[in-house]
């Protein structure tokens, strides 16, 4: 199949999990034998990446007064480039989250194809309710992507459910696949772990954009509770910009000791796997988790989660083989299942490796395609 | 000749004066707009944005995605020689039928963004897609003379045409038609 992939970021520029999504399952879509061409937001034209050809638009230093005007131009412009390509002769459109949904729309009925959508996660979600007019904007055109698409897909099961209750889409279009993870990666780590803590200090990690929806205001405070049980223990906190890393910062040193709380900012790849493999737990305390791609990172890496009981989380996790669930939104429930793993790091090795087990077995990309590709079969009403 | 307008006007006094004569001159005229009337000689085709716009900003754009799928849609039945849009509103949307169809795209503006004041919240976004309207135009229409000298240096002088909309300006348009087709 030749199948063209609109995604608003994509490596190098990332953001959250879409970019290493749409990566994982372009490469491994090529390796099945599929055509994948990308159309996507940066400076730099036309690249070429192991089979996979990328398609860069800018729409340029342009101040926009919010996110969602932005993403009409950045539609526009990916609606003007994928035109110029329709001799490429492409059998089906892959869109994903909202942002790409006008030009989607557009190149739907233009280039005459097959519309497929996936919803990485709801706005609803996101924010915790549709309050403000640009939420309400960004909601319509998450429906809107659903209801043009001819089959959409979520990446979690509860998510599922969720956009079929928010969007009314109906059953034999909605589908779930999961993310996937690149496990080879993995395989080639650095020594990294004195750069965060010392060789006695056992090392509890979070990754992630520091905002509410990824529980990091409820970790912040069951930090003193863990440190109190472990003083030995280290906490890094890895991601966020600027402006939040200070605020959280902030928090976090008022409530504990600064030296115990160390807060990287960004992390390039490489030292980020690292870092994986060389902590000795994964706390994710997500508020509203779709998927939870943290989680298989650190499985990946054969470190044990402590994770919400929350979207697909629940079913990542299988308590006491490979992690620890948590309440979602307590402070006290995340303390004291950190304080658990941490009181028993054999125990934790063990449910490392088990984490392994689980990606290598489900999450491969190479599995997560093959599911895909049935989709884009039905979309193309090949079965 | 068969021509595609694309406006966002309900009723474009432009391109219904316009299409009027052009009708009288054995060219075929279509027009994707979002009115609910009819206009004489011309066949008009009606789209409507069904999505709650946020402010006018975004209602422009949504209904660009609305003539786009129009416009595709048109293209089963019709063979256009020649897309034709008035103001930024449509400008998005023109782009992409020039390059869907492949044929020359005529722009024309009554004003532009920094003529009007340029004090909006959306004005850079505007003149970003009055730029690229300009750009991607064989020929950019000026119902007002000042107006070339806001696009002095920015647009190829011989793509510019100043037709006021006065005396025989319908034929002047039909002239720069026959220029492109």
Partial sequence: MKILMLSWEYPPHKVGGIATHCHGLARALTRQGHVVHVLTYGSGGEEYDKGITVHRVDPGQVKAPDVVSWAFLLSHRMVKEALKLKKEGFELIHAHDWMTVPAAAMLKKSLNLPLVFTLHSTEQGRVGGIATPLSKSIAQLEWYGTYEADEVITVGRDEREEAKYLYSIPDEKLHWVPNGIDVEKFSKLEDVRWRFAADWEKLVLFVGRLCYQKGIDYFIQAIPKILHAHPEAKIVVVGGDEAAMAHYRNVAWSLSPKEKTYFTGFLEEKTLISLYAQADLTVVPSVYEPFGIVALESMAGRTPVVGSYTGELKYIIIPGWNGLHTYVADPNSIASQTNALLSDLGWGKWMGKNGRKKVERDYRWDIVAWHTAGIYGKALNLW | ?181
């Avoid at chain 2, 075929?28 to 946020?54: D, R």
């Avoid at chain 2, 135009?137 to 793509?159: C, D, N, Q, W, Y």
Wanted: one cysteine or more.
């Fill in chain 2, 1 to 181: 000749m068969r021509v595609l307008f694309l406006t966002t006007k309900m009723q474009s006094s432009y391109f219904e004066s316009l299409g009027r004569f052009l009708a009288g001159r054995k060219v075929e005229v279509h027009v994707i707009c979002p009115t609910h009337g009819s206009m004489e000689g011309i066949h008009v085709h009606p789209v409507h944005v069904n999505l709650q716009a946020n402010d006018g900003f975004e209602w422009y754009m949504l209904l660009n995605v609305e003539l786009v799928r129009c416009a595709a849609e048109l293209t089963k039945t019709y063979a256009f020689d020649l897309i034709h849009g008035e103001e930024w509103c449509a400008i998005p949307a023109s782009i992409a039928c020039s390059k869907l169809l492949e044929k020359p795209l005529v722009v024309t503006f009554h004003s532009t963004e920094i003529e009007r004041g340029a004090r909006w919240p959306h004005s850079d976004l505007i003149r970003r897609l009055e730029m690229d309207g300009a750009k991607e135009a064989s020929i950019v229409i000026l119902t007002h003379a000042k107006t070339s000298e806001v696009l002095k240096g920015e647009v190829p002088k011989e793509k510019i045409e100043v037709i006021p909309m006065e005396g025989d300006w319908q034929l002047k348009v039909l002239e720069v038609y026959g220029r492109l087709v």
